[in-house]
């Protein structure tokens, strides 16, 4: 069983700046990536920033610039250093998780349940 659970969500305001941090327990066999995700109001959920093995990140081009990923592999904790925060940015923002729970097991993608950001102007 794998468990991520989100925190440093809450209320800012705009310009202000905000860490989500998520802690991963359970069987991490492997983990190939972390990242986060959020879902704007009425909107998809999208990808705002990844980060591989190899330490690799990807960013969404609207938070390029303003949100930094990050990890600790000792703690199987990643983190989401969000600055200049803009009232685009308020969105239920999830942690994920692709990774084995065993050896010899296939990839699957986990989630957290989600913190709330929201950004006023």
């Known amino acids: 069983q794998v468990q991520l659970v989100e925190s440093g969500g809450g209320l800012v305001q705009a310009g202000g700046s905000l860490r989500l941090s998520c802690a991963a327990s359970?069987?991490?066999?492997?983990?190939?990536?972390l990242g986060w995700y959020r879902r704007p109001p009425g909107k998809q959920r999208e990808l705002v920033a990844s980060?591989?093995?190899?330490?690799?990140?990807t960013y969404a081009d609207s938070v390029k610039g303003r949100f930094t990923i990050s990890e600790n592999n000792a703690k199987n904790m990643v983190y989401l250093q969000m600055n200049s925060l803009k009232p685009e940015d308020t969105a239920v923002y999830y942690c994920?998780?692709?990774?084995?729970?065993?050896?010899?097991?296939?990839?699957?993608?986990?989630w957290g349940q989600g913190t709330q950001v929201t950004v006023s102007s």
């Open positions: 980060i591989t093995s190899g330490e690799s990140t």
């Open positions: 994920h998780a692709l990774l084995r729970t065993t050896l010899s097991g296939y990839e699957f993608d986990y």
């Open positions: 359970g069987s991490l066999f492997s983990i190939s990536s």
